[in-house]
């Protein structure tokens, strides 16, 4: 099949207009030689949306979500509704770059950018899960994200010299690098590790939570750590389809004699951090 130029634009959601901040909401694209035009917009996965905005009401991004929806499907179902008859240049592509034109609106638009396609659907798709669900980044990685975080956190409180990298066990079992050990006496007292749960299907949460489960265990089975332990994890919201994997996970965890922690708790993880 022969690929087609397509215009798209990645949808920003911006509540603060004064800071200038956004998050990826979504995607817009336009193929005008087809006269199709498809959008794909985040409205089960948004957690992590709404915890960036942490002083924000969530409700605020599910409305302006629920109104560009509405507006979307408009411009869709007129697109269709004309067919060949509509113009499939000047016409369609007037209404995208109005749709997409710079203004200031909780919901924003990038600049355009052009992709060539096979499939203007499948790309649609594809771009959603690269800018929105960031498919380039694994579990480890959104991990690393989160560690920083959590580091940025312990300085404010002036804790961060408490805490260090570093492998819990022996030659004969050992963990992989921990971002944050508070060590006494030469050995490991109090451990946290930020976990992403938030993974694309309900059997990569349980393994992931599984894996870390069955590593804590092995330690205390072993002897070779008997500290508290926190994971601070990251999941999907309690409306997602996959939430219900996300909540066995944490029990699995809890099993390992651990403390259990939503990420976006910030004084529960601190109280941790500091407490003897």
Same mark, same amino acid.
């Given at each position: 099949?022969?690929?087609?130029?397509? *215009?798209?634009a990645?949808?920003?959601?911006?509540?603060?207009?004064?800071?200038?901040?956004?998050?990826?909401?979504?995607?817009?694209l336009?193929?005008? !030689?087809?006269?199709?035009?498809?959008?794909?917009?985040?409205?089960?996965?948004?957690?992590?949306?709404? *915890?960036?905005f942490?002083?924000?009401?969530?409700? /605020?991004?599910?409305?302006?979500?629920?109104?560009?929806?509405?507006?979307?499907?408009?411009? *869709?179902?007129?697109?269709?509704?004309?067919?060949?008859?509509?113009?499939?240049?000047?016409?369609? %592509?007037?209404?995208?770059?109005?749709?997409?034109?710079? #203004?200031?609106?909780?919901?924003?638009?990038?600049?355009?950018?052009?992709?060539?396609?096979?499939?203007?659907?499948?790309?649609?798709?594809?771009?959603?899960?690269?800018?929105?669900?960031?498919?380039?980044?694994?579990?480890?990685?959104?991990?690393?994200?989160?560690?920083?975080?959590?580091?940025?956190?312990?300085?404010?409180?002036?804790?961060?010299? +408490?805490?260090?990298?570093? +492998?819990?066990? %022996?030659?004969e079992?050992?963990?992989?690098?921990?971002?944050?050990v508070? *060590?006494?006496?030469? #050995?490991?007292?109090?451990?946290?590790?930020?976990?992403?749960?938030?993974q694309?299907?309900?059997?990569?949460?349980?393994?992931?939570?599984?894996?870390?489960?069955?590593?804590?265990?092995?330690?205390? +089975?072993? +002897?070779?750590?008997?500290?508290?332990? /926190?994971?601070?994890?990251?999941?999907?919201?309690?409306?997602?389809?996959?939430? %219900?994997?996300?909540?066995?996970?944490?029990?699995?965890?809890?099993?390992? %004699?651990?403390?259990?922690?939503?990420?976006? !708790?910030?004084?529960a993880?601190?109280?941790?951090a500091l407490?003897?």
């Amino acid at each position: 099949m022969n690929r087609t130029a397509c *215009q798209y634009a990645i949808v920003r959601f911006a509540p603060f207009v004064e800071t200038g901040e956004f998050a990826n909401a979504g995607i817009v694209l336009m193929a005008a !030689d087809r006269g199709y035009f498809g959008f794909e917009l985040e409205t089960r996965r948004y957690k992590r949306i709404t *915890q960036f905005f942490d002083d924000m009401d969530s409700r /605020l991004y599910r409305q302006s979500i629920k109104e560009l929806r509405v507006e979307l499907g408009r411009i *869709q179902a007129l697109i269709k509704r004309h067919g060949t008859a509509f113009d499939p240049g000047a016409g369609i %592509n007037t209404l995208f770059e109005e749709l997409i034109r710079p #203004r200031e609106s909780i919901v924003r638009f990038s600049d355009p950018r052009i992709v060539l396609a096979e499939s203007p659907e499948k790309k649609l798709k594809t771009l959603h899960q690269y800018y929105v669900h960031r498919s380039f980044a694994t579990p480890e990685h959104r991990e690393t994200v989160l560690a920083r975080g959590l580091g940025r956190w312990l300085k404010e409180v002036h804790a961060s010299a +408490r805490f260090t990298s570093a +492998r819990l066990g %022996n030659d004969e079992y050992e963990t992989p690098e921990l971002p944050f050990v508070e *060590q006494r006496d030469g #050995r490991a007292f109090k451990v946290m590790k930020p976990l992403n749960l938030d993974q694309a299907t309900p059997s990569a949460i349980l393994e992931h939570a599984n894996r870390w489960q069955f590593r804590l265990a092995e330690l205390r +089975r072993r +002897r070779l750590f008997d500290g508290r332990f /926190l994971f601070a994890v990251e999941g999907p919201s309690d409306n997602d389809k996959r939430y %219900n994997a996300f909540d066995d996970a944490r029990g699995l965890l809890a099993h390992a %004699n651990a403390d259990i922690v939503d990420y976006a !708790d910030k004084p529960a993880i601190l109280d941790f951090a500091l407490r003897d």
